[in-house]
Structure formats: C-alpha cells, structure tokens
C-alpha cells in the first residue's frame, strides 16, 4: 500500500509559479516511478510528468517543457513539480501517482486526491 499526500495548488495569475508537493508513505519499496497528470474541464486525464526513481530520468509533455520542473526527494519519498510561467490552459486538477511499472504510463497503481490549480486574470 502507498499514500500519497499533495499540497501546493491554488489559484494563480498568467505569468505565475506553483511548487506541487507529493509525499508517499506506507510500504517501502524500490525502483519506481512517480509522476504528475492533469485533467481540465471536459478533457481526460493527460500525464503531464514524470520522473525515475532509480536515476532520475525525467519526462514531459511538449505543452510544458521549459516551464514545468519534476525533482524528487529520495529520502522524504517526495515528488515536486515546480510550474512557471503558468498559463490558463494549465488549469486542471493535478494529481500525483507512483507506479511500479514506466514512468510514462496512464496507468499508475497509486493516486493521490487531487489538487486544483487555477490560472486566471
């Protein structure tokens, strides 16, 4: 079994940053994955990014290269996603997963309950 606890939405101007926090607790366990997905009114859920835990490796979608940072903390199980430059197409709820399988997957074992981020004039 693993946990997931998330902080960090809220409501933000175009042109604002974010930090997405997720810490996972429960069973300890070894190389995986953790990511990030959004899902935006009357879309479905889209990985957004993701990160090995082994060494590492990130990935993201092309809409927010440059802007958004996955980063992990081994010691804490904690995954970030630090978001710039936001913009208000990134509206969504945000959650964050671990999976025991790829990183890039829709298909994650372990979700966390959602944080909403908002971006608006």
């Known amino acids: 079994q693993v946990q997931l606890v998330e902080s960090g939405g809220g409501l933000v101007h175009p042109g604002g940053s974010l930090r997405l926090s997720c810490a996972a607790s429960?069973?300890?366990?070894?190389?995986?994955?953790m990511g990030w997905f959004r899902q935006a009114p009357g879309k479905e859920r889209e990985f957004v990014a993701g990160?090995?835990?082994?060494?590492?490796?990130?990935y993201y979608i092309d809409s927010v290269k440059g802007r958004f940072t996955i980063s992990r903390d081994s010691a804490k199980r904690t995954v970030y996603l630090q978001m710039n430059n936001l913009k208000p197409e990134d509206t969504a709820v945000y959650y964050c997963?671990?999976?025991?399988?790829?990183?890039?997957?829709?298909?994650?074992?372990?979700w966390g309950q959602g944080t909403q981020v908002t971006v608006s004039t």
């Open positions: 997963a671990v999976n025991f399988g790829p990183v890039v997957s829709l298909n994650y074992d372990y």
């Open positions: 429960g069973r300890s366990f070894g190389s995986y994955a």
């Open positions: 990160i090995s835990w082994r060494d590492g490796a990130a």
